[in-house]
């Protein structure tokens, strides 16, 4: 007997972490993330007998004209099962009056098309779900394009992970950028570590350094602190750091080792001054000396202006999930970008997530413009994944009279 109920966290949590479209956005942590933030968050499902068949983590949101039922990334249903779906979409227009609601958007997580990194699709265009949810009288939103901190992305990137055997064909699997920068990342010493809850305040500072030079707007401290208090394990906030010290102190080994080498080799010149192979060694020698020399220089400097053994290069935080790992927020501190702390994070994430058998690494968002104006997705095409946009939103509305003049009110105020 099929029944539409409100869900308990506890059950909705076993349906959403085995639904193969569940995501941190509809995970009962977020719910409860949503809950102690004041935005009033519901969980709705369909039970076949005790069964439950289909769910959605309901977001409430405000308008001058009534509230709205926002399922980012939702619902979580079979969209193939046409009863399934006229009974889900009915329940949920009746329970959205009862609440005076304005009306209902779904962002369902689901593609519309996959693409290279250069935005040629890969997959085919996904119109049946489209014209599926116009039938029900769902409106299709415009797609759109750029980044935003608030809501879920419309574009990510992405790197699956099933069938890379081991660590090796993973690091092949890289471009030849990023292979080189984990190879420096061991050289420079760089050490990565979680952070304990005392320490998100460095955290967001490091994190507001990054949004104000980039120009875009950060989640408070006490965002971070929730996150930390109710992910639990499932969230990871990671630092990586330089000491100056050690590292230092290894680039003068390995100078005064090759002074040594060019001690030797000028003994050879002088011996054999017809011998070009020797001139040749002592330049290539002479040349990463050099290099040795300009990052003892540069790393000096900068340790006697941080007045402090140890520095943040760069931080990030993610969320782990059964159907895939999200890169959410991250900084690096612009002093320190030649270290190249964010590809070692981002490695030793991808990592884990082999290790636990999680399918999918997500980088997140990009703009969805492949026209060289988004800065972070030469980054993320440099793990050597694919691009994807989601199918978009969908607008329902419950109330059609009041939302009629609803949208022209944001028409006539240019918000449209």
Known sequence: MRRFTELSPEEYEQFELNHSMGSYTQSAKQYELLSTRGRNPILIGVKDDN???????????????GSVFLFDRGPLIDFSDDSLVSYFVNSCVQFAKKHGVLYIEWVPNVSYQLTDNKGVTQKIVNEELIA?????????????FGMSTNGSPTWEYQKKLTGIVDNAELTKSYTKNVQYYLKKNQQFGIQLRQLKRSELSEFKKLTQKTADRLHYHDKSLAFYEDVYDIYGEDATFIFA???????INSEQTKRDNLITKLVNIQHKIDKYPLQNK?????????????HHDSRIAKATQQYEKARK?????????????????TYLYSGTYE????YYGPYQIQDTMIRSAMTEN?????FYGISGLFDGSDGVLGFKTAFNGYARQLIGSFILPVNPIKYKAYRLLKKLSGRA
């Open 51 to 65: 069964t439950i068949v289909a769910a959605a983590l309901i977001t409430t949101e405000k308008t001058k004209f």
């Open 132 to 144: 599926k949810l116009e039938k029900y009288n769902f409106q299709h939103q415009p797609f759109s």
């Open 241 to 247: 750091e330089l000491d100056f010290e050690t590292y």
């Open 278 to 290: 020797f001139k040749r060694q002592y330049q290539e020698f002479e040349d990463q000396k050099n």
């Open 309 to 325: 053994r140890k520095v943040v290069v760069a931080g990030a935080l993610f969320i782990k999930q059964p159907q895939e790992i």
């Open 335 to 338: 002093e320190y970008m030649d």
């Open 358 to 362: 999680i399918p999918i690494y997500n």
